[in-house]
């Protein structure tokens, strides 16, 4: 029983049994019919899931692959892009624009702050000829855990023609992000995060402005070709050879969503966010964002207590408990962990998580109440009770 773990993860996340025994099915032709059918229910669930009328292309690669794929589709070269970062993703989406001669106007707030959608608007105002030809932001900043306001961002654009492009990696099904009805151009997520798959999937959906721009674009690809992925699509297929167990996995996991609901997704999500962060505080602990309500539903970030690294606290948890979360990146990296509470995670989960925070803590001599961190978390479970369904379907 030692190798048994308890994913805490900003991702990859945990699978669910029933997608794990849908990964396993018998290879098929991804030529036939029976992968046509496969795609078509995929593309029709996606749909649902991304709130959108446009297709969902189904990308075999990693979430950045989709970022990049975004950017090398729609943005030619020496045309100019404002990247508004707060944290590392939102960094990378910088990095892939300059590797393929795209201008970046960087617009960087502080590790767990939000975007502000005023200070974006003035900037669009104050560009009367409308060199941005797009705005590259992140839904969920996985790094900070930062849930980024998405529709007022949109609302901030205004009658600015610009494109704005949302990383959804870790953000689709922990928090609302209805595509069309925000007027969003790009969504992008990946399979290992809510979606509650193995890696391996990048999933993107454009709106009719989008799909104009990519007719313009100058950019070169081959393997990430948008124009040429939807061509086939249109015949439920796709150019190059798909990984068709994730797809198996992913139609699991898209009936699992669908019978929890997006509704009861987000309410879950948010559940567990509360839950992470008041047993947290009530072990003494600080965030890194401090505002609840911009706070991420899908991770938290964590000082480590003074004296300690966050290697002493991720071992030892991993070691001692089997209970695995991840370490901060870049600025905030040598002060800080992060708990992932998205995707196949359920209240117990959370818990059990909290209770091995707390021996580890005490096992370091800091200072903790016993019991303290599963009464609070607890203590919001119990005010939610009469609102939620208490058995995790998906």
Same mark, same amino acid.
């Given at each position: 029983?030692?190798?048994?773990?308890?994913?805490?993860?900003?991702?990859?996340?945990?699978?669910?049994?029933?997608?794990?025994?849908a990964?396993?099915?018998?290879?098929?032709?991804?030529?036939?019919?029976?992968?046509k059918?496969?795609?078509?229910?995929?593309?029709?669930?996606?749909?649902n899931?991304?709130q959108?009328?446009?297709d969902?292309?189904?990308?075999?690669a990693?979430?950045t692959?989709?970022?990049?794929?975004?950017?090398?589709n729609?943005?030619?070269?020496?045309e100019?892009?404002l990247?508004?970062t707060?944290?590392v993703?939102?960094?990378?989406?910088?990095e892939?624009?300059?590797?393929?001669g795209?201008e970046v106007?960087?617009?960087?707030?502080?590790?767990?702050?939000?975007?502000?959608?005023k200070?974006?608007?003035?900037?669009?105002?104050?560009?009367?000829?409308h060199q941005?030809?797009?705005?590259?932001?992140?839904?969920?900043?996985?790094?900070?855990?930062v849930l980024n306001?998405?529709? @007022?961002?949109?609302? =901030?654009? $205004?009658?600015?023609?610009?494109?704005?492009?949302?990383?959804?990696? +870790?953000?689709?099904? !922990?928090a609302?992000?209805?595509?069309?009805e925000?007027n969003l151009?790009?969504v992008?997520?990946?399979?290992?995060k809510?979606?509650m798959l193995?890696?391996?999937?990048?999933?993107?959906a454009l709106?009719?402005?989008?799909?104009?721009?990519?007719?313009?674009?100058?950019?070169?690809?081959?393997?990430?070709?948008?124009?040429?992925?939807?061509?086939?699509a249109a015949?439920d297929?796709?150019?190059?050879?798909?990984?068709?167990?994730?797809?198996?996995?992913?139609?699991?996991?898209?009936?699992?969503?669908?019978?929890?609901?997006l509704a009861?997704c987000?309410?879950r999500?948010s559940?567990?966010?509360?839950?992470?962060? @008041?047993?947290?505080? =009530?072990? $003494?602990?600080?965030?890194?964002?401090?505002?609840d309500?911009?706070? +991420?539903?899908?991770? !938290?970030?964590?000082y480590v207590?003074?004296g300690?690294?966050?290697s002493?606290?991720?071992?030892?948890?991993r070691?001692?408990?089997?209970?695995?979360?991840a370490?901060?990146?870049?600025?905030?990296?040598?002060?800080?962990?992060?708990?992932?509470?998205l995707?196949y995670?359920?209240?117990s989960?959370?818990?059990?998580?909290?209770?091995?925070l707390?021996?580890?803590?005490a096992?370091?001599?800091?200072?903790?109440?016993?019991?303290?961190?599963?009464?609070?978390a607890?203590?919001?479970l119990?005010?939610?009770?009469?609102?939620?369904?208490?058995?995790l379907?998906?």
């Amino acid at each position: 029983m030692n190798n048994k773990q308890t994913l805490l993860l900003p991702g990859p996340t945990c699978v669910p049994p029933q997608v794990l025994s849908a990964l396993s099915k018998p290879a098929i032709s991804h030529r036939g019919p029976e992968f046509k059918s496969l795609l078509k229910e995929v593309n029709d669930g996606l749909k649902n899931i991304f709130q959108t009328n446009s297709d969902v292309i189904v990308l075999t690669a990693s979430g950045t692959a989709g970022m990049e794929a975004a950017i090398v589709n729609l943005i030619s070269p020496g045309e100019k892009v404002l990247a508004v970062t707060i944290g590392v993703f939102g960094e990378r989406f910088v990095e892939i624009c300059r590797s393929f001669g795209v201008e970046v106007e960087v617009m960087a707030f502080p590790y767990g702050q939000q975007a502000d959608p005023k200070i974006i608007a003035n900037r669009l105002e104050a560009d009367k000829e409308h060199q941005i030809k797009a705005i590259l932001v992140q839904h969920n900043e996985t790094s900070t855990g930062v849930l980024n306001d998405i529709q @007022a961002i949109s609302k =901030a654009r $205004g009658d600015h023609p610009a494109l704005l492009i949302v990383d959804s990696i +870790s953000g689709m099904i !922990t928090a609302d992000l209805p595509m069309d009805e925000w007027n969003l151009d790009v969504v992008i997520t990946g399979s290992q995060k809510a979606m509650m798959l193995p890696p391996g999937l990048a999933l993107i959906a454009l709106s009719e402005r989008a799909w104009q721009a990519a007719e313009k674009c100058k950019n070169q690809c081959f393997y990430l070709d948008l124009k040429k992925a939807r061509e086939w699509a249109a015949t439920d297929q796709t150019p190059f050879t798909p990984a068709v167990p994730l797809l198996y996995g992913l139609k699991e996991s898209i009936n699992l969503i669908q019978k929890e609901t997006l509704a009861g997704c987000f309410k879950r999500h948010s559940i567990l966010r509360d839950m992470v962060r @008041a047993g947290v505080r =009530a072990l $003494g602990l600080k965030l890194l964002v401090e505002d609840d309500k911009i706070a +991420s539903p899908g991770v !938290t970030t964590v000082y480590v207590p003074e004296g300690l690294k966050p290697s002493d606290i991720i071992d030892s948890l991993r070691e001692k408990f089997g209970v695995i979360i991840a370490g901060g990146q870049r600025q905030i990296k040598d002060k800080t962990f992060r708990i992932g509470h998205l995707g196949y995670v359920n209240y117990s989960d959370i818990l059990a998580g909290l209770s091995a925070l707390e021996v580890v803590l005490a096992d370091y001599g800091i200072p903790v109440k016993t019991g303290a961190a599963v009464a609070a978390a607890n203590d919001i479970l119990r005010s939610k009770k009469n609102k939620i369904n208490l058995n995790l379907v998906s």
